[in-house]
Antibody, heavy 121, light 108 residues
Framework: QVQLVQSGAEVKKPGSSVKVSCKAS????????ISWVRQAPGQGLEWMGG????????NYAQKFQGRVTITADESTSTAYMELSSLRSEDTAVYYC??????????????WGQGTLVTVSS | SYVLTQPPSVSVAPGQTARITCGGNNIGSKSVHWYQQKPGQAPVLVVYDDSDRPSGIPERFSGSNSGNTATLTISRVEAGDEADYYCQVWDSSSDHKVFGTGTKVTVL
């Protein structure tokens, strides 16, 4: 059973950046694809992008192109999502989620617990 | 971009059947996955590849997909099924994962 443990809640100022981590255990990190999904308060789920760690290249949703960077460190089985130029609309719970197999195209088997990012002056 | 439309809410009495639709252009040509999300929790996969169930998901949860509509059916609804449900596909034209707008299921 794979477990994904995310870093803790963050409070950020508008214009700053945030970096959220997601550590995987109980599985083979190199056989997964990892995505980031966010959920604004009272809203639905929104895919931000994903990465296949053994390939190292990330695929980003057009909405976040240029503002989001997704990386992965195989040595620590940890994925990261950095979002820059934060604005109040970025206040949301950010989830990491795993897709088994070397593809981001299919369903999410496991999810992290979520990290609340609050953007406020 | 590809849009998936779900009804905002569905209400159902205990023991009855809830049907949640997910509409999209020619969605029948795509693989549809469904997630259940309870308040304050991460989503959980309940149906994948249109109609398959992960281990541990009750047989009461089933799915179908044809034409422009995919459907998640919850039979013999229980109070514990009250949650938000989201459909999801991969849009190959944009290389994006797309989620539906979400449906809140209320058990009366």
């Amino acid at each position: 059973q794979v477990q994904l443990v995310q870093s803790g809640a963050e409070v950020k100022k508008p214009g700053s950046s945030v970096k959220v981590s997601c550590k995987a255990s109980g599985g083979t990190f190199s056989s997964y694809a990892i995505s980031w999904v966010r959920q604004a308060p009272g809203q639905g789920l929104e895919w931000m992008g994903g990465i296949i760690p053994i390939f190292g290249t990330a695929n980003y949703a057009q909405k976040f192109q240029g503002r989001v960077t997704i990386t992965a460190d195989e040595s620590t089985s940890t994925a990261y999502m950095e979002l820059s130029s934060l604005r109040s609309e970025d206040t949301a719970v950010y989830y990491c989620a795993i897709t088994k197999g070397l593809t981001v195209t299919t369903y999410f088997d496991y999810w992290g617990q979520g990290t609340l990012v609050t953007v406020s002056s | 971009s590809y849009v998936l439309t779900q009804p905002p809410s569905v209400s159902v009495a205990p023991g009855q059947t809830a049907r949640i639709t997910c509409g999209g252009n020619n969605i029948g040509s795509k693989s549809v996955h469904w997630y259940q999300q309870k308040p304050g929790q991460a989503p959980v996969l309940v149906v994948y590849d249109d109609s398959d169930r992960p281990s541990g998901i009750p047989e009461r949860f089933s799915g179908s997909n044809s034409g422009n509509t995919a459907t998640l059916t919850i039979s013999r609804v229980e109070a514990g099924d009250e949650a938000d449900y989201y459909c999801q596909v991969w849009d190959s034209s944009s290389d994006h994962k797309v989620f539906g707008t979400g449906t809140k299921v209320t058990v009366l």
